[in-house]
Nanobody
Framework: QVQLVESGGGSVQAGGSLRLTCVAS??????MVWFRQALGKEREGVAA???????VYAESVKGRFAISKDTAKRTLYLELNNLSPEDTATYYC???????????????????WGRGTQVTSSS
């Protein structure tokens, strides 16, 4: 089992920045991903990273968000820059323990989930 706890959310003005953190405990995760869900909308993938450091981003966040990890600390990060009101959502960290996994943004690929952290950007 992998337990995930997110932190770092908050309220910022448009154009601002935040850094989200996801700490894993229990067994070591392989691929990790950030999803988000805005009120009344479906959950969508934001960025994913494999155990070997391969990264994929959603088109909507390319050039503004950056995913990274510290394997020794079992911690996943998401830097959110140039935030807009459209980025307002609950952000979730998810993980799997699939050896040699490729980073995907398909929810069904990740059995372990955190409870989320709220990000609000206002104009």
């Amino acid at each position: 089992q992998v337990q995930l706890v997110e932190s770092g959310g908050g309220s910022v003005q448009a154009g601002g920045s935040l850094r989200l953190t996801c700490v894993a405990s229990g067994k070591s995760p392989s691929c990790m991903v950030w999803f988000r869900q805005a009120l009344g909308k479906e959950r969508e993938g934001v960025a994913a990273i494999s155990s070997r450091g391969r990264i994929v981003y959603a088109e909507s966040v390319k050039g503004r968000f950056a995913i990274s990890k510290d394997t020794a600390k079992r911690t996943l990060y998401l830097e959110l820059n140039n935030l807009s009101p459209e980025d307002t959502a609950t952000y979730y960290c998810a993980a799997n323990r699939v050896a040699y996994c490729e980073p995907t943004m398909s929810e069904s690929d990740y059995p372990y989930w955190g409870r989320g952290t709220q990000v609000t950007s206002s104009s």
